[in-house]
């Protein structure tokens, strides 16, 4: 039903890879080396901290080159014979089509103990005779159990990119999404990030999916504390929890607003309950919530809090009993804030065109906004140059015309 924005805005070529661009070059160069004979160094080391784009770097180069890659992970190399089972392929350059290959042994770090020693052994001996390059990939290189397979490689460190290629990456995917972003929102969630592009294209697709315009208000409350238990891990913590326990303590771990976190769990709840009786329990359960909510806004006794968490997180948690999971499905952002936001935002045009007003006719701005506008509206719409007229003698600015004119 949905398509993760990390798949389906995947760079496709090696030009749309933000960060890193050192890296890219030597690999790039390195590849292509291969054309004029087997190099000194017939492997490639790739390491770096998880969603810079190591691996998308090595596929869309190879696309770009028009080269076979043959991808290989953790559960491939768990024994030296699961090893030896693909050294074939490294011992001849080019395959069955003519095209050549490049041969990528991502997650590395997937090895581990003394079972995967052979592994390792014999991803080595591949190297040492390979005919065709051999990529391998891992957050550390520098792990001891890769000390002897190191001495064969080209070593190349991914950093995190900065922030600003962060996004400049959010940014292209607005554009193919057709999402008007402010600048700030996008800033914000590209730092937010702190160089995880991958995790960054998620927080933004949850954030933006299905919205025409995204602002710094929807996103600058999220703050910044702990981006590892950002709302999206809160909502999973809480919704999928198995035990009412830690479906509470998700809260005390989080730095968010309990009224926004209520929404959140309100808006997508439904998407991830998919058993209409276990959706009713937890619907049941908000609506308690809600009812303790109403009484500390009528009694300002905020003793109740505890109760309004507990149905919220526990109530929604142990409301799951049939839900299959859910595949694959974002976190929606709240609509119900999603409006009151817009509808803020009206209110405030409506009352600085209603200062205009009042300068040139003495009334209270609120009175002229209330008693004015409509009318402003039907000129604006109908008459250009009565409207022209208008706006000149009022002094409106283009914002305010766009707004009246609809
Ligand atoms: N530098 C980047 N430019 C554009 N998109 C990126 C970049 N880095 C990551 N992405 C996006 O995030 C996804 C995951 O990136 P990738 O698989 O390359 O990360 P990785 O560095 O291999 O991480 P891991 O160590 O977790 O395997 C990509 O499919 C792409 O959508
Ligand atoms: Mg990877």
């Given at each position: 039903m949905y398509a993760a924005w990390t798949v389906k805005h995947k760079p496709a070529s090696v030009a749309e890879i933000v960060g890193n661009t050192e890296a890219i070059k030597t690999f790039s160069e390195w590849i292509k080396s291969w054309s004029k004979g087997?190099?000194?160094?017939r492997a490639a080391f790739l390491y770096g901290p998880p969603g810079v784009g190591k691996t998308v770097t090595v596929e869309a180069l190879a696309k770009d080159l028009g080269m076979e890659l043959v991808e290989k992970n953790a559960s491939d190399y768990r024994t030296e014979e699961a090893v030896n089972r693909f050294a074939g392929l490294a011992s001849?350059?080019?395959?069955l089509f003519g095209s050549r290959r490049i041969i990528l042994l991502d997650e590395l770090d997937g090895l581990t103990g003394n079972a995967d020693k052979g592994g390792v052994k014999a991803i080595t001996d591949i190297i040492k005779t390979a005919q065709c390059p051999i990529v391998l990939i891992a957050?550390?290189?520098?792990?001891?159990?890769?000390i002897n397979l190191r001495s064969y490689c080209i070593l190349i460190e991914f950093k995190k990119p900065a922030a600003s290629e962060v996004a400049k990456h959010l940014k292209r995917i607005s554009e193919r999404e057709g999402i008007q972003v402010d600048e700030n929102a996008l800033k914000f969630i590209a730092q937010r990030s702190e160089g995880d592009v991958r995790s960054a294209v998620n927080d933004f697709q949850a954030l933006a999916q299905g919205k025409k315009r995204l602002t710094y208000e929807d996103v600058s409350w999220l703050g910044y504390r702990d981006r590892q238990d950002s709302i999206f891990n809160l909502l999973r913590m809480i919704i999928y929890s198995r035990t009412s326990a830690s479906a509470k303590q998700a809260v005390d771990m989080a730095d968010v607003d309990i009224d926004m976190l209520f929404e959140w769990i309100y808006e997508n709840a439904p998407e991830h309950l998919t058993d209409p009786h276990d959706l009713a329990q937890a619907m049941d359960a908000l609506s308690m919530a809600d009812v303790y909510r109403g009484r500390i806004r009528t009694t300002?006794?905020?003793?109740?809090i505890r109760y309004v968490i507990d149905y919220m997180t526990a109530g929604v948690a142990m409301s799951r009993q049939r839900s299959k999971s859910a595949g694959w499905t974002p976190f929606k952002f709240p609509s119900r804030i999603q409006m009151l936001s817009r509808s803020k935002a009206e209110r405030a045009m409506k009352l600085s065109i209603g200062l205009k007003i009042k300068r040139k006719c003495h009334i209270s701005a609120s009175r002229a906004s209330k008693e004015f506008l409509p009318y402003l509206r039907i000129i604006f719409k109908n008459n250009a140059e009565m409207a022209d007229g208008i706006a000149k003698w009022l002094d409106l600015d283009d914002e305010m015309i766009a707004y009246l004119k609809g």
């Open positions: 087997v190099p000194k160094k001849q350059y080019g395959s957050n550390n290189a520098y792990d001891p159990r890769f300002q006794d905020w003793s109740f």
